[in-house]
């Protein structure tokens, strides 16, 4: 079984900066449509960034121009960069990769998250 460890969460002063990485116990990243997702407490999960097996990107119009996504498949890793970071920004962030559509054609389909990890911006 495929495993996400994620790490980088913490506290940071608003202003400040986080990476968070995700690593993955195998190398699916390349083969695989990731996403960076985010919970705060009694809301729904959203989705912040998205990096597509093809390379495209997408975020949310409330991290725009502040965070990126990115992948190093030769470390089997996903970051997350986290920059002028807002109070609101404040939540639970989900690693989640998901079957590519060239892994999906040889017959793979997979869902995998890891297990969340707190980030907490305040003063």
């Known amino acids: 079984q495929v495993q996400l460890v994620e790490s980088g969460g913490g506290l940071v002063q608003p202003g400040g900066s986080l990476r968070l990485s995700c690593a993955a116990s195998?190398?699916?990243?390349?083969?695989?449509?990731i996403g960076w997702y985010r919970q705060a407490p009694g809301q729904q999960r959203e989705l912040v960034a998205a990096?597509?097996?093809?390379?495209?990107?997408n975020y949310a119009d409330s991290v725009k121009g502040r965070f990126t996504i990115s992948r190093d498949n030769a470390k089997n890793t996903v970051y997350l960069q986290m920059n002028s970071l807002k109070p609101e920004d404040t939540a639970v962030y989900y690693c989640?990769?998901?079957?590519?559509?060239?892994?999906?054609?040889?017959?793979?389909?997979?869902?995998?998250w890891g297990q969340g990890t707190q980030v907490t911006v305040s003063s």
């Open positions: 195998s190398s699916i990243f390349s083969v695989s449509d």
């Open positions: 989640n990769a998901r079957s590519g559509p060239w892994i999906i054609r040889l017959g793979s389909n997979y869902d995998y």
């Open positions: 990096l597509a097996s093809g390379g495209v990107t």
